[in-house]
């Protein structure tokens, strides 16, 4: 991994959080140059995001044309940790029947809907051709709020220069400063 800005979380804190079985939000261009997002299943494996497509998906045709995407992984719940991951998709292959994504996709079927379900789920649709789509992770932005509902919830680079939270801000980290 390179290029890493984890403000918010530890790589350590990333990586669990990434082994839950949250949805990826998959920004992509379409030919016409309209923005277009999918949220779909994900697994992350040494340092990149990995993605089963079917061989139909919008999303999947947008990669093929233009491999700029921008992903996010996010909980709704307080402290509302986030993943953003900007970069280029590369398209590992496809679309085939039998290939490297079915162990790929097996691991996201457990994790999305358990050891019972998933492979029921998966062992329906395994004649369905896919792409396996990997997006490195070399520009990463991590955010978590503190969950109280206080300036912990924002980064300061958003607090105006004369408010509140700035004069507090600044005192915090000219009192840190002072304290080495």
Known sequence: MQNIYVPGLTKKQMEEFLKRPLLVKVATITPDGWPHVTPAWFAYEKGRILLV??????????ILKNKKVSL???D???PQPKVHVTGEAQVLEG???????????EVM????FGGKVGP????GTIDQPRYLIAVPMTKVVTWIG???GDRGEWHHKY???GTKWYKEYSKTKTAKVAAK
């Not at 679309?95 to 996709?105: F, L, S």
């Not at 079927?109 to 999305?112: E, G, L, M």
């Open 53 to 62: 497509g079917r061989k139909h998906s919008s999303w999947v045709k947008n």
């Open 72 to 74: 996010v992984i996010d």
């Open 76 to 78: 709704p719940d307080p």
């Open 95 to 105: 679309p085939v029947v039998n290939g490297k994504w079915v162990k790929i996709a």
């Open 109 to 112: 079927a457990n994790k999305y």
């Open 120 to 123: 029921k789920y998966l062992g």
């Open 146 to 148: 503190s969950g109280a």
């Open 159 to 161: 607090y105006d220069k």
